[in-house]
């Protein structure tokens, strides 16, 4: 479905005047990556062929952004985002108005990133895979970038052959005091369906670790992750349709062809509603104000309801160095 953005202009607020008050965008670049992890999907996928207008446009793009809506959270994500042509200077191009969040299993040069791009309201998130890294290897590249200015976290996915690793993996990490974060497993393994299928020891066990994370973030954020994912799903932990969402109001995914969809739900997004195309659309814009969510099933235990709190803290972010926002304190 598309929404139609025709009609009158709506008054644009720069930040947004309600909670979170910045727009934050996931940025998928690509969903290709150059690693085959054997509990990940997404290079499986038949996905969109990524659109390369070079870092000039990137910028002109990201520039108009912020006219619209002042500095916004980008969360770079894939795939693997640091193989698209032109990453690090992308990076550096986006971070001069916007915060930057970036999902990425390090296959860039940290040393070069960190010459080229300034540090202070950039955050990674590095994505650990044993079957192609050594935990000390990358934790030292992370203490680096962590060291160096670039607040650095590493994320693990509970995959049912990882899980005698995680407390080790757990405790290697937060003893330099880097913050821990882990997914359940989402998908098949072993003729069972997970996250569905975890056994009560894996459940207690993935449980205990959330609780007792080091962080008091991570033990929030992988708690929630438990319960969403491993917990007691059923119908009542989804979002229904047609409750009022701020996503594509404060909230949009940018896929690899440009095209901007609410969210995530759904194919390739477009459940919830396609936006237009961030690349192709000279007149594109956000939603200018909440509606009612289109799609049956909602994904995400951070949705945007209009109706609660519950996911503000979900959604905080580094501020931007330069422009700060209402929950700055700066308004």
């Known amino acids: 479905m598309?929404?139609?953005?025709?009609?009158?202009?709506?008054?644009?607020?720069?930040?947004?005047?309600?909670?979170?008050?910045?727009?934050?965008?996931?940025?998928?670049?690509?969903?290709?990556?150059?690693?085959?992890?054997?509990?990940?999907?997404?290079?499986?996928?038949?996905?969109?062929?990524?659109?390369?207008?070079?870092?000039?446009?990137?910028?002109?793009?990201?520039?108009?952004?912020?006219?619209?809506?002042?500095?916004?959270?980008?969360?770079?994500?894939?795939?693997?985002?640091?193989?698209?042509?032109?990453?690090?200077?992308?990076?550096a191009a986006v971070a001069r108005n916007h915060s930057i969040d970036i999902t990425t299993n390090l296959s860039f040069d940290e040393r070069e990133f960190a010459r080229k791009v300034e540090p202070g309201s950039i955050a990674v998130s590095a994505s650990f895979h044993p079957e192609f890294n050594d935990i000390h290897d990358f934790l030292e590249r992370v203490l680096f970038l962590h060291n160096s200015g670039f607040i650095s976290t590493i994320c693990y996915v509970a995959y049912p052959p990882q899980l005698d690793r995680l407390e080790y993996f757990k405790k290697t990490v937060e003893d330099k005091n880097i913050m821990f974060k882990f997914l359940p497993f989402t998908g098949k393994y072993g003729g069972r369906e997970y996250p569905r299928d975890y056994t009560s020891e894996e459940r207690e066990l993935i449980y205990g670790a959330a609780v007792k994370a080091k962080d008091p973030k991570a033990r929030e954020l992988n708690t929630k992750w438990y319960e969403w994912n491993a917990g007691k799903r059923d119908s009542e932990n989804g979002v229904k349709k047609g409750r009022v969402c701020l996503m594509?109001?404060?909230?949009?995914?940018?896929?690899?062809?440009?095209?901007?969809?609410?969210?995530?739900?759904?194919?390739?997004?477009?459940?919830?509603?396609?936006?237009?195309?961030?690349?192709?659309?000279?007149?594109?814009?956000?939603?200018?104000?909440?509606?009612?969510?289109?799609?049956?099933?909602?994904?995400?235990?951070?949705?945007?309801?209009?109706?609660?709190?519950?996911?503000?803290?979900?959604?905080?972010?580094?501020?931007?160095?330069?422009?700060?926002?209402?929950?700055?304190?700066?308004?």
């Open 248 to 331: 594509g109001y404060m909230y949009a995914v940018i896929h690899p062809d440009g095209e901007v969809t609410r969210c995530c739900a759904g194919a390739a997004g477009r459940d919830s509603g396609v936006l237009g195309n961030i690349i192709h659309d000279g007149d594109f814009r956000l939603l200018g104000e909440p509606r009612e969510c289109r799609a049956a099933n909602c994904p995400c235990f951070k949705a945007m309801l209009a109706e609660s709190d519950s996911w503000h803290s979900m959604w905080e972010a580094l501020p931007h160095k330069k422009y700060k926002n209402k929950t700055d304190g700066n308004h």
């Open 2 to 91: 598309h929404i139609n953005m025709n009609g009158p202009a709506k008054k644009i607020d720069t930040p947004r005047n309600r909670a979170p008050y910045r727009v934050y965008w996931n940025w998928e670049l690509t969903h290709d990556c150059n690693y085959r992890c054997s509990y990940c999907e997404t290079w499986r996928d038949d996905v969109p062929t990524p659109l390369y207008p070079g870092p000039d446009r990137w910028k002109q793009i990201w520039d108009r952004m912020y006219g619209l809506y002042g500095s916004c959270v980008v969360r770079f994500s894939g795939g693997e985002p640091s193989i698209y042509p032109g990453f690090i200077d992308i990076i």
